[in-house]
């Protein structure tokens, strides 16, 4: 595995809450993401990050938001929960030291149902 | 715009039966084009990456091959634990590091 941590694995809430998931790595990886995965649109970007503070959004980026204050940290919020995000959740990693145009490495998600 | 389309959506194999999957792709520059497998309950685990047109990269039974305009995905001989979603992503010209991935084709592989 590539050393990240997504949490919690499994979240349950109700429309109109914030959420807000994250995602650890020990790789010391400059490049974060998260995407999202649901049946017949296959893996979409939400939010990236290429460093400490520095964001930028993805194709569904609308209601969602991200905040990277560590290296090793990257936390997506929900503002306000719907039922169209209803999801699985999948934060990844790329570009260790001295890499470049280097594959993403995933972690294993976290399943948002949102009622 | 850029995109990403993987053929057939889903394939029933008998173990044994070589087969391929295709991966098509409209971009404006090519960077990296890569390969995945997931498993149910699982994020995607890297398998290839193939950057310029006649490349070809090997792992098991698995070869990953490129022209300028789609990637085949071969798979001679599988065997049941094969049986997976693979997916295409493709990294663009333009600085991001970020992919663009099709919806995947669903691998079953029958004993």
């Known amino acids: 595995d590539a050393g990240i941590t997504q949490s919690p694995r499994h979240k349950v809430t109700e429309t109109g809450t914030p959420v807000t998931l994250r995602c650890h790595q020990t790789e010391n990886h400059r490049y974060m993401y998260w995407y999202r995965q649901d049946p017949g649109h296959g893996l979409r970007l939400i939010h990236y990050s290429y460093g400490v503070k520095d964001t930028d959004k993805g194709e569904v980026s609308d209601g969602y938001s991200v905040s990277r204050s560590k290296t090793e940290d990257f936390l997506l919020t929900l503002e306000s929960a719907t039922s169209s995000q209803t999801s699985v959740y999948f934060c990844?990693?790329?570009?260790?030291?001295?890499?470049?145009?280097?594959?993403?490495?995933f972690g294993n998600g976290t399943r948002l149902t949102v009622t | 715009e850029d995109q990403v389309t993987q053929s057939p959506e889903a394939l029933r194999l008998q173990e044994g039966e070589s087969s391929s999957l295709n991966c098509s792709y409209t971009?404006?520059?090519?960077?990296?084009l890569f390969w995945y497998r997931q498993d149910p309950g699982k994020g995607p685990e890297f398998l290839f990456t193939l950057y310029s047109a006649g490349e070809e990269k090997e792992k098991e039974r698995l070869k990953a091959t490129l022209t300028k305009k789609e990637s085949f995905l071969h798979i001679t001989a599988p065997k049941p634990e094969d049986s997976a979603t693979y997916l295409c992503a493709v990294r663009t010209q333009g600085g991001s590091e970020k992919l663009v991935f099709g919806k995947g084709t669903k691998l079953t592989v029958n004993p």
């Open positions: 971009v404006s520059g090519l960077r990296g």
């Open positions: 990844a990693i790329s570009g260790g030291a001295g890499s470049y145009n280097s594959p993403l490495h």
